[in-house]
C-alpha cells in the first residue's frame, strides 16, 4: 500500500467542530476527484465518528479527536478517528443498529450508517484507553 498523501490533526472534543472534521475530511479527499455521493458518504462516516467520540467516548468531558487521513493506491481514502476516552466494553454489542449507551436521546445507528456508506469499516477499542474507528473507501469513477 503505496501512501500518496496523509494529513495528521487533532482538536477538542466539541459538538462545535464536528463540522470542522467533515469539512477537512471533505478538502482533503477531493485530490480524488469523488463524486457528490462519494463525498456526502465520506461526510456522514465522519460525523458519525466524530459524534461518537464526543457523547461516548468523553461523554461531555474534555477531550481531543485525531484525525488521520491517508490516500494510499489504488485511490483509496483512509480515515482514521481516535478518541482516548472511556473505551468500548463490547464492540460487538455496540456496533448492533439500535443499541446506545446515550439514552432515548440517541437513535443507535452510527456504526450502522458508517457501514453503509463506506467500504470497510474497523474498529479497535480498550476500556479507559479510547477507540479507534477506522474507515476506508476506494473512490474510482468507474464504481458509478
Do not use: W
Not at 456496533?95 to 450502522?112: C, I, K, N, S, V
Amino acid at each position: 500500500m503505496k501512501i500518496i498523501n496523509e494529513v495528521k490533526l487533532s482538536f477538542p472534543a466539541k459538538s462545535a467542530n464536528e463540522s470542522f472534521a467533515r469539512a477537512t475530511v471533505s478538502a482533503f479527499c477531493m485530490q480524488l476527484d469523488p463524486t457528490i455521493s462519494q463525498l456526502a458518504d465520506i461526510k456522514t462516516s465522519v460525523s458519525e465518528a466524530v459524534t461518537n467520540c464526543i457523547v461516548h467516548g468523553y461523554k461531555h468531558q474534555s477531550g481531543t479527536i485525531y484525525i488521520n487521513m491517508k490516500i494510499v493506491e489504488p485511490e483509496t481514502l483512509i480515515v482514521r478517528i481516535r478518541d482516548k476516552g472511556c473505551g468500548i466494553e463490547d464492540i460487538e454489542k455496540a456496533m448492533e443498529p439500535m443499541f446506545t449507551t446515550a439514552g432515548d436521546e440517541r437513535a443507535g445507528l452510527g456504526f450502522a450508517v458508517m457501514q453503509s456508506f463506506m467500504d470497510s469499516v474497523r474498529v479497535s477499542s480498550t476500556p479507559s484507553k479510547g477507540t479507534t474507528v477506522t474507515l476506508k473507501k476506494r473512490l474510482s469513477q468507474d464504481d458509478n
